[in-house]
């Protein structure tokens, strides 16, 4: 469950945000994964011509469990998730959580586990400075940086 509130602000770029205090999610399964100030989301990279159908409106129940997913994309090397799965599964059961219906989040699951494998490779190096708003808050992440994923979540099949 989320233990946090979302505070984003929009990003000089396109269509990204960033996090302007931490987002943290705690759960027996996957553990505790802290989104840190200053991370750049596009909130699941739901495409324009989706975004106005009520069930994938990036303004809505799915905001908190997109920006947590693009999180987990993002930091995969640095933290050894190795398995895709493990974040896409996250984004289905915390978008469950968040009181989407079972078709919204298998529609976000389907769209990450069909289509994202090229975000998933393109994010396979570390983390970069232009992972985040400014060098200061790259930096201070860097500083304190933790393991994304601490629980037992395991690639469903």
Not at 33 to 56: C, H, Q, W, Y
Not at 64 to 72: C, F, T
Not at 84 to 98: I, N
């Amino acid at each position: 469950m989320f233990l946090t509130r979302l505070d984003l602000q929009d990003d000089p770029q396109p269509d990204m945000w960033v996090v302007m205090s931490p987002l943290v999610w705690s759960d027996p399964l996957f553990g505790r994964i802290e989104v840190p100030v200053g991370f750049r989301t596009d909130l699941a990279s739901i495409p324009r011509a989706l975004r106005n159908l009520k069930m994938l409106d990036p303004a809505g129940c799915s905001r908190r469990p997109a920006a947590v997913h693009d999180w987990l994309y993002a930091s995969q090397r640095r933290h050894g998730l190795a398995d895709k799965a493990v974040a896409d599964d996250f984004l289905r059961d915390a978008l469950l959580a968040e009181g989407a219906s079972a078709a919204q989040a298998a529609a976000f699951y389907y769209g990450v586990h069909w289509f994202g494998r090229s975000a998933w490779e393109s994010d396979a190096g570390a983390l970069e400075t232009r992972d985040f708003d400014t060098p200061a808050h790259y930096a201070a992440w860097l500083a304190s940086a933790r393991t994304v994923i601490r629980g037992t979540a395991r690639k469903t099949v």
